[in-house]
């Protein structure tokens, strides 16, 4: 069965330091990952795409299928990226996305 | 464009009630997929619909259920409620099943079960 790893809930940093949020995934097929973000009293939103192979926000994240991980990082961190952030695992058709427990970021000044 | 509308927001109901929820996805979006969310077990997928037709079930009793009607609106429907069903429903929405696209959220509906 498919599963999601983030293994830190809480990681802290302060402002301009580097970041990077760990994911490791388990799964047997081709594996599409996300990253998804949210901020306090906000929704659910998407962030990354590994298939797109973007940046936003100043996030980066590459799909290390030898290793099965899929961090996230950004060089510097600003105080507005505090915020849970969840790694999602698409397995399969259709749109079923299994979640990891989620890492909560504290940026501080 | 109008977002991932979700109805209501909050609901309290007592132990064997039973509760329905509601849907709208975003405007074209024909897969409509629902979550629990709680603190101890984090997101977990309930279902998927796309086109009226369940696509995928997660681990779930059978006292939880979905549907979806022409217009891609869901709603998820659960019997015989328990305290453990407590949680926030999450409805996401996606243009369909093609590698690449990612959901849209709504913002959930909280359960409380009394």
């Known amino acids: 069965a498919q599963r999601v790893t983030q293994p830190e809930k809480l990681l802290s940093v302060f402002k301009g330091a580097p970041v990077e949020l760990k994911c490791n995934y388990s799964?047997?097929?081709?594996?599409?990952l996300f990253w998804y973000v949210q901020y306090s009293r906000q929704r659910l939103q998407l962030l990354l795409r590994?298939?797109s192979r973007e940046s936003i926000k100043g996030f980066t994240a590459d799909l290390n299928k030898g290793e099965t991980s899929f961090h996230l990082k950004k060089p510097f961190a600003q105080e507005e990226d505090s915020a849970m952030y969840y790694c999602?695992?698409?397995?399969?058709?259709?749109?079923?996305?299994?979640f990891g427990t989620g890492t909560q970021l504290k940026v501080e000044l | 464009k109008a977002g991932v509308t979700q109805t209501p927001r909050y609901l309290i109901k007592t132990r064997g009630q039973q509760v329905t929820l509601s849907c709208s996805p975003i405007?074209?979006?024909?897969?409509v997929s629902w979550y629990q969310q709680t603190p101890g077990q984090g997101l977990q997928f309930l279902f998927e619909?796309?086109?009226?037709?369940?696509?995928n079930k997660g681990n779930f009793p059978g006292r939880f259920s979905g549907r979806q009607f022409s217009n891609s609106r869901s709603e998820m429907n659960v019997s015989t409620l328990e305290l453990g069903d407590s949680a926030l429903y999450l409805c996401?929405?996606?243009?369909?099943?093609?590698?690449?696209?990612?959901?849209?959220f709504g913002s959930g509906t909280r359960l409380t079960v009394v």
């Open positions: 999602a695992l698409r397995t399969g058709g259709g749109n079923k996305l299994t």
């Open positions: 619909y796309f086109s009226e037709t369940q696509r």
């Open positions: 590994h298939i």
């Open positions: 405007s074209g979006h024909r897969s």
């Open positions: 996401a929405s996606s243009l369909g099943g093609a590698r690449g696209y990612g959901y849209t």
């Open positions: 799964y047997s097929g081709s594996p599409e």
